[in-house]
């Protein structure tokens, strides 16, 4: 018995969620179950194959335009970004005006903003304090009306 009917049989009321790095939505198999899906959750990080290169650091067959492609289509659609500061940031200039227009071309029902918490493979990513959080949300919903949240450990 798969998730789908285990889920209409026990727990029909229920909405299912899926958390995914939005890597395959291209597979034939992956469309179909997305439909399945009453919240999927899938991240973007950068709004550019450069900077998505350097925060994903993916394999080489990874399509960035394929994730992006992937993304479109989903509908409803929740996008979790993980933002932060260091040599290689997604917070300031090209790389984030790259990432909050390719927001507002997916449409996404909403965005969730976080920055790291947890050690990182670099030593210098910068963890964004709730303040920049807010300010990154409050420009994200006024310049391109979208519905965002952010979140940080108090």
């Known amino acids: 018995m798969g998730v789908k009917e285990l889920h209409d049989r026990y727990k029909p009321l229920s909405k299912q ?3 995914s790095n939005a890597s395959r939505l291209n597979l034939p198999a992956i469309k179909r179950t ?3 899906i009453d919240l999927p959750m899938l991240k ?8 998505f290169s350097a925060i994903n650091q993916p394999v080489e067959t990874l399509d960035y335009s394929e994730i992006l492609d992937g993304l479109i289509r989903v509908n409803p659609v929740i996008i979790q970004s993980v933002l932060f500061d260091g040599s290689v940031s997604n917070i ?3 790389t984030y005006e790259s990432w909050a227009t ?3 071309t997916i449409h996404p029902e909403q965005i969730h903003i976080y920055s790291t918490e947890r050690p990182t493979a670099s030593a210098d990513v910068i963890c964004l304090t709730p303040e920049k959080l ?3 949300r409050d420009d994200l919903q006024s310049r391109f009306k979208l519905h965002v949240k952010a979140f940080w450990r108090d």
């Open 102 to 104: 390719v927001l507002s």
């Open 134 to 136: 807010k300010q990154i």
């Open 44 to 51: 973007l990080d950068a709004g550019d194959k450069t900077t």
């Open 34 to 36: 997305m439909k399945l």
């Open 17 to 19: 969620g899926l958390l």
């Open 92 to 94: 300031h200039g090209r």
